[in-house]
């Protein structure tokens, strides 16, 4: 019988081996139009992209990372050091994403510079504006959960509150129709809370998400102000429209709007562009595809139980 | 037609630009009371607070990282340079903690020395029995889950394994009232795992969390030995009781009791301050608000499916 | 009353405490057979696995993570030199593995250097024909979601593109019996985008899982071309087939197969060793433990909804 | 014969040899007056002298280091969050040292704070001249050097600036009498350049060290401006008074003093508390022990060669 | 008397100190043209140079940094890769460089990136005579030194081979007028080694420098074959040639010639544009400013000593 | 007149440029006798080496780097802990170095593992004497140099110290006959202090070292307790002894021996195999080629100096 032999031996490949298996791969790349991205150096970068994304969350959250201790002689040169910072880096990323757009559509006529002050400016301009948003998100989780000791408590722990801040950041630039960034931004957020907001989504002031795992918001949902979601939340389409050609149609409304003071309970799964009335409460695990008329309460005629003695 | 144009152009901000942003972010961090941590240096630090939990795993899950070889002839150095590190370092982040609650507090009279020293040494008195605890809980994984290969298979890569170490960490800190850390400690674990255990919960024995995204189990709730719990089940409150000024009132239990043998399959929705008798199994996707006595088996009575054929 | 007393206070253990807790903790290291990895060097390490993967995907979609700029005519040299590393570092993992199991087995019999390069090469040889595989499933996406703009996007930020993308190369080393390292592969997985596919798992071409929370696939689940799935969707067992001495029987076929162009939408529960005939669509929330015959369109019969007015 | 026999061979420590060692080295550490720093935290950090270093130096040759693009737009904020940094971190440095010095002396009548507070001014109130200053030193290595090229090369690649500017962060907070740091830094400089400059002596402007390795500058030299110190030049002391115990007498003058316009080529010694008067110059390799007048010109004889043909 | 009063305190700056120390210090960065590098983004990296520089030693001395395993079937993919990635930053580099040149000549007319292809082009290409060369200057350092106990520790720790490597590739640049950057190379090596030579001068084959602190080697020089230089030899200019206007003039011949077979013992300096002929020896410490004929033998009639006993 | 035309010119390498280029470098790697190190995977680190080295640094002055906080309760620990460390990685780098060399020497007959523990057992059991001779060494330096303040000063910040301490440490590996190890340390000494001593060289107790850039002390040199030595001090070799090849006789002494309470002062040169008698004073830049008798004072008859006035 052979022994166990593991020692003295050198895993070397045979000669050549390695040579093979690159060309191999190397001539799966040779269809350039494929998932290859090589001769292109533009992409944004994730790595500056989620960088970017922590600067402007020390600036919107001052001092909670504990990076850097902040005095309020001091603060200005933080933040402008910041804004500096994320201006130029910001815009070089956006720069990227648009021209990355312009080679996908042949495009000749953007004024891609322009473009990219605006995006940029829209952001930085908007920052003092989500601040005052997010103070409202956090005082309604505050107000919404027993378990909440603190507003710091919320600001340092909630995956909620990470969510729908970078949500923010990410539509505005939705909104400017820059490409790429604002998905990988929530995307970032989605593999950190288990919460994917899509960029594209309008969410309105002191929205609180609690647990968060498996809450799904699509690119057209409207979510109107003091909604209240719980985890395993959908907001979905219910089908997609398609061309004569059979292709799917981006773009169309198709997910619901959230009218304000709703609160959604866990597992709820409301599809299709419909409303749900404001004032409304929808139960935990029901599945709604129309609308619903404001103050409803929807709770579902729970399936019977079969309980039974072991 | 305008070209595209997008090389040799500088774009750089506007003057005076950034130093009209600057003041209006600045603006919005006058009111101190908000969502600001300026000023303020005691905050518990996120990555402190994640290097100590690091350190205690090595020590409850010896040589598993493989960052360090150990020998049973030095593993006492090992431990003893890790607890002395770790003394320091959790009383630094814990009287941070405190100190921030009496300040929260206008509290004067805490002797903040000594409840650090208190809630410190408990955590480290507890580690030999917290190790004790988590063989149970592998040797649960293992004989649960068919799919389990090995023991240390289930050290290095079952999600489950990992949630419930952290929770058992944090809830020796929970009941030392030590504030903000429990749950930043909870929030990585929820961060990486997809399960949400808040750090108030209490767990029996050798409990075992299978896939485990999704799992939410609530502040209140408490677990007895060998429960089995599915990815995707809640153990939530039904309803939150308010004061007189309509205000929630923490702290009161609102979270389901499960007794021991008791297990729960994918999606269950167990609401509310009720008991699930032990030796009970509660199918999946059922929606439960009321108590269960011993030996129940509970199933949803499946809504009728429509089956059609296309 | 005592005043608030924190500073200058050394908050140093007493004398001898860390002594006790390091005689405490490493009484519990005695038991060698228990959670302890002491003295054994050779579990795979989880950051060189990481790494690994890393690498390979680099190589199956190169430029996108934008550490290195790639151009035809050097791609060769990074293609070589990756492989180069990753055959060398692969096989140290490999054989880590492979003679841990040996161990666990007391088995004595393996020619392991032999196994590890059958099984390096095996996963090398792969390679090719992963990316034409990805291929196909990126185009799935792009059909399947309205919300997807390019091809670049999808494989810059969908969650399911990376989960099945290290599925496929775990289930390679899973196929030649590798322990321990496609489970880290999977779990890595699962904690980055909340999808959790067993390495066993057999996936066709073509399969697209959007937003992926809370997916679960099983050990012996098999899953035909063009299928797509949604979020919460769990493809898992019935029951475990115990032996005659009431241990759960390892191995056998549990899962559900699922066959070619099917739809499985978001939380739909489908359990057992059954089919799921071609052509077929699985509702939302539906809960399956029966074989559907091919071209089924399974709903549910929604739960009457009780609407009320508050 | 034996054979090398290498593999298979685990290298572990005899049992209790690690113990052994580890008592054998303790015991060492008894005498607590020795050269131990044990029980005592507040020791300035070399790292973080390093790092205050490195950050006075992009205030003083702003942009060069690259790491951060700097437009006149922004630079105030880039300074203004400098400064804050090195503000706390500096003042907390200065206060170790301080109180290091107190607990040396037994002394207990010290206004740390104060002291700190006007050390740490001192210095940040001095940068704005060293800036002045440094700007002649480099026009004068640009005059005196043909193998310059222009003032940029000489701030990214001259040693004896580099050397200069850091004698004269460290000259400030010895004229302070701040303890360790002042040493810490020049030993800094002295690693990087190979030129030994005590932070205790006085230079003038527009000093000029060129290729500098060698170069050793004592405490209580005295250089005057426009002087120019070529590679292994020495202006040391010459012997070392001592008190009636034998002690030698720290501080005393004992180190020459060099007159404006001075020009000392390579390997020159001049030792003792004498002067160099101004527009002198020093021949190569000399050595001086006496005071030379003004505008002298003083060269060795140099030995006679002995030169024969081989 | 006031006690020593550490504690409690915090160290903050003055209202507005920080504010006035900002503006003072950035009134010092209006001079433009001095020594800010403020709106300049082209300067070479320092970091960047640096980290292409090892890249070329790891390809003159493959395997020496233990950074990767080599092996013969795969050493052309490290190769490819490396000067891959070289290639693309050294051009980078150079052309920054190249720029920043015509920037400060006001120029208008060259054809940098043809300039930048050439220079890049000229290094890369003279990698293998690099490493040719070397071997001759290694044969020559293990012949000339008894301490050396084989090639590879030669290699490892000879800081005169680690600085004449660097100066060989500095020296290709500076042949091709690329500004700064050769002077960086230098620098680095000078601060590594202690050993200071310039790019300009011109090296033959098998150098060997021992020990080699303080040696200084001037940017005409030239050294031919076989030459030995021990610690502290400088090989300088005697005076500087100026122009009418006082200026000295750059660029003329000014350092010795060096013939063939010569050796140089410790602390010898020779200065001036004179010739040291072939097969000579240099005595230690001796001063030489007029031309050797081939074959001398010059040493220094020691000072005659004074010996006293004590 | 071309214009400078830098931007929008993408720098790519000539097709099959970069092909040319590997070919011609790795035809240079062909001759496997040479300066590669390609197939030899085992060589000892120079990463690891300093690593060690830093861990016994912090053995030998612990506390000083400031990276950990000790406390007297848990020193024995962090001893323990990088005893056990350093043990495993130093017997992993002698093993390769005594690998390295038998593998040169074609030796088959060396037990190497024994080897090894002997080498690595002689350097850990010599720890505690090289604290206590290092006590002294740094008593002498705070006699001697009367800047020196304290002796944290010195341990913080005297290059003389750190040389003096590396070497000790290499010479015990040297004595052990560990190849290359014991050369690379005493480089890293070389580089960071210019301070060059061979690891031979056979140090008494309570050396002093002052400045230190440009000493040099050989291979077979010897040197008694309480001697001093300045900056630029030569302790080398006169000329080599040569065998009937005309190869040089590796290993012989033919370095100085310097008896007790010798002080040598700056820029001395002391060549060959002869002794400096104890209590003598060797003043600066003397050279010295023959026995000096106990309590000999040398100086130089300093040579004219030619004093002009200008």
Chains 1, 2, 3, 4, 5, 6 share one sequence.
Not at 88 to 110: P, W
Not at 194 to 217: K, R
Not at 238 to 243: C, G, I, N, T, V
Not at 277 to 286: L, M, R, T
């Amino acid at each position: 019988m052979k022994k166990c032999q593991t020692d003295n031996i050198t895993l070397l490949a045979d000669n050549n081996y390695i040579d093979i298996m690159v060309q191999e791969i190397c001539s799966t790349y040779e269809d350039v139009k494929g998932i290859n991205h090589i001769e292109g150096f533009n992409l944004p970068s994730e790595t500056e992209v989620e960088n970017i994304l922590h600067q402007l969350i020390e600036i919107i959250f001052p001092g909670y990372s504990g990076k850097k201790s902040l005095s309020l002689q001091s603060i200005k040169y933080n933040v402008g050091e910041t804004l500096s910072f994320v201006y130029t880096e910001l815009s070089d990323q956006i720069m990227r994403a648009l021209k990355y757009n312009c080679a996908m559509d042949y495009c000749d006529s953007c004024d891609i510079p322009s473009l990219t002050k605006d995006a940029t400016k829209a952001l930085i301009g908007g920052l003092a504006k989500i601040r005052n948003t997010m103070k409202l998100d956090i005082a309604a989780a505050f107000d919404g959960d027993p378990a909440a000791k603190s507003l710091d408590e919320i600001i340092l722990s909630y995956p909620g509150v990470k969510a729908i801040t970078i949500q923010r950041i990410a539509h505005i630039l939705y909104r400017k129709n820059v490409p790429l960034i604002p998905r990988m931004l929530c995307e970032y957020s989605h593999r950190e809370t288990g919460i994917d907001i899509h960029p594209g989504a309008h969410l309105g002031e002191a929205i609180f998400i609690d647990h968060g795992t498996g809450v799904v918001i699509g690119e057209t949902a409207v979510i109107g102000d003091n909604v209240k979601i719980y985890q395993g939340v959908t907001l979905g389409a219910l089908s997609f429209p398609k061309d004569d050609c059979g292709h799917i149609i981006k773009g169309a409304k198709r997910h619901p709007t959230i009218e304000e003071n709703v609160t959604i309970y866990a597992g709820a799964t409301i599809l299709g562009d419909i409303v749900i009335g404001k004032d409304s409460i929808i139960g935990g695990n029901v599945w709604i595809t129309e609308t619903m008329a404001p103050r409803s309460k929807v709770t579902m005629r729970a399936p019977e139980l079969r309980i039974k003695r072991k």
